[in-house]
């Protein structure tokens, strides 16, 4: 594309285009420069200036957090639509100021918990709001570059906000939580005294027709399994915010790199959990063009196996060795793994769902992360706690260590060779496909409802005091087998085309 053009589609876009795009920096700065730090703030000694929680609950928080903020944005565009992208905006980022400084300040895990769903409710409300703009903003000839810049715009926050990060917990770790505050109380201005409405679409979705769409592909058994199969991917990439920074903090020596940093490059470093997040998305800014070119003619199956197998590479990485430049060449390779796989993705949703539905189900292909989430960071932060947490700093520890990563290599080979089952035996929409997939199914629900009524037994009444956190994934276990056997087996309607 030459100059010319760049400009020519650069000054296409109005300006609450621009304005859009500044606040989706400034709000994933805010979220991930907190995210690149919060489990090991939240597990650090109280004498590291952490507040002293365990793994596995630091894991089970993070689970219902980030499982919120992939939820939450079923409703948030159409609350949006019904009252307005400005006055939603302002609502969101009202409670996203709130709960980011509210999580610095308070000590007290339930207070922590809930203040940490607040700003993920604002979270969720936020993000169909700016994609919504976007995609109203931009035209048939300029949505691929305006949606590049989106994306762009995304990756250039989680790159340099951690890098403040570093700067800011030198001081005090609630610096951090009160500079996402600030990046999102900023953005009260903009959304006051720039931006306007983008014009509405004659098809503005009502809540009704929300909850319409959602009832009929949750009853898809085969579109959900394809979902499930897939958040086993999804598995690997949210340890990148739990077992990842644990393991960097507990077992990994990063003197060499930050000797070659001072020595070399004459650059002052010191390798921390910040810089996790750092280099994934630094490894896709600079990366993510690239890969795009060589993959854009690949079939959709194709391309999604090989970025699947890309990101187990990563995860070996880190059960080959402890040495600094192998963890950060493991986070770098299941970088460009997620660069692969992801986009093409949406691709495949496309191919499976019903011809006639195609735009409905595009709207639910999200929901690998509310899977991902709930187990991947749950079953992370579980994992570290039983097996590596007790043996910090003991000798002959490698064979563990390498057990601990090559779980998650399995479970990512696993959802691998699940896709192409999937492919293979339900990928087309038939009678038959649809029988299958619904039995496999209703076999899965009725094993999570089986083992919720353990964990209500377990947390509830085995000990002799309540055991809440263990209540709480009994009630979320209860709730999805329940429901999905309810949906399962009812009889199906016909949905918003």
Known sequence: MSQQEKRGLLSSFPRVFWVANVMELFERAAYYGMNSVLAVYLTNSVEKGGLGFTENSVGFLQSLVYACTYVIPILGGALADRYGYRRMLLFAFSLMTAGYFLSGQVSAYGIVFASLLLLAVGAGLFKPIISGTIARTTT?????????????????????????????????????FTASAVYCALQLLPALFLFKDPPKPPNSKSLKDVLAGAALVLG????????????????????NFGSVLWYLRDFIDPAPLNDFFANVLRIPLKFDSEHVTVVNAGTIILLQVFVSRIVKNWKALPTMVTGIAIGALGFLCLAASKSIWVFVLGIAVFSIGEMTAHPKYYSYVGLVAPKDKTAVYMGYAFLYGVVGSLV?????????????????????????????????????????????AYNHFFSTDTPESNARARQLMIVGYALILIAGCFFLYRGAFAGSEIVYRTVVQAVIMLGLGGGGLAISFRKPAAGPA
């Open 376 to 420: 991947g960071s749950s079953f992370g932060g579980a994992l570290y706690d039983a097996w590596l947490k007790p043996i910090v700093g003991k000798q002959g520890i490698d064979a563990t260590l390498r057990s601990f990563w090559l779980v998650f290599v399995v479970l990512d080979v696993v959802a691998l060779l699940g896709l192409l």
């Open 220 to 239: 898809d058994a085969r579109f959900m399994l394809m979902i499930v199969i897939y958040s086993g991917f999804w598995i690997l990439y949210f340890q």
């Open 140 to 176: 048939e000839e300029n949505s691929g570059f305006g949606f590049g810049v989106y994306y762009w715009m995304i990756n250039l926050g989680a790159f340099l906000a951690p890098l403040v990060v570093s700067y800011l917990k030198g001081f005090k770790w609630s610096y951090v």
